[in-house]
């Protein structure tokens, strides 16, 4: 058990990591959101061009990507969406086995899935160069090739999620840390 926490912290200290470029990518979506506004605001009283398809497409590719990639932090957190009619009173025990069954028989299998289509998904953008439909927009395939990545990385999380539930389970929490730790 000892070696499978070693690899749940391995995931957690990688989703930490991505988590941390998913904050910066915030800042600066939020940043080219409010110029993007102001810019749109100004060309009508300033007669400039200040902004463009491509910069409304990278607002949105940024809300794509922190989307994606933070959605794996948010799981390690236990932030997630949950209906909490039984699970708030049951005991951690009760939690744990929740916890770990969700991620063993939803979260990883979904992801492998989602993996299975995105893969092609993400190739066929790649091989015809995918752009944007619209003029002055951006390629579409770096996002494309970015939704592969994001599945593996919450389903490694969901794994994470499942060693540290069992190891919940079994008595052998590691440091004594609880499931959600932050």
């Known amino acids: 058990m000892r070696l499978l926490m070693r ?5 957690d200290a990688l989703n930490a990591w991505t988590a941390r470029l998913v904050g910066g990518l ?3 979506m939020v940043l080219l959101g409010s110029y993007n506004a102001v810019g749109r605001w100004a060309e009508r009283d300033l007669g400039l061009r200040l902004a463009s398809n491509a910069m409304l497409e990278m607002q949105w590719y940024l809300f794509a990507l922190v989307f994606m990639l933070g959605a794996p932090h948010v799981l390690k957190r236990g932030e997630h969406v949950r209906v909490d009619v039984l699970y708030g009173g ?7 086995w ?5 991620a063993l028989l939803f979260v990883v299998p979904f992801c492998a899935f989602a993996v299975w289509f995105a893969v092609p998904f993400a190739a066929e953008s790649i091989a015809v160069w995918e752009g944007s439909p619209d003029p002055g927009g951006l390629p ?8 592969p990545l994001a599945f593996v990385l919450l389903g490694l999380q969901g794994l994470a999620e499942a060693i540290r539930n069992l190891a919940v389970l079994r008595g052998s929490c590691g440091e004594g840390a609880p499931p959600h730790a932050a």
């Open 26 to 28: 915030l800042a600066v």
């Open 7 to 11: 690899f749940a912290r391995a995931i």
């Open 98 to 102: 929740i916890d770990a069954l969700g």
């Open 90 to 96: 049951l005991p951690e025990r009760g939690r744990a």
């Open 140 to 147: 579409r395939w770096p996002l494309k090739l970015v939704v």
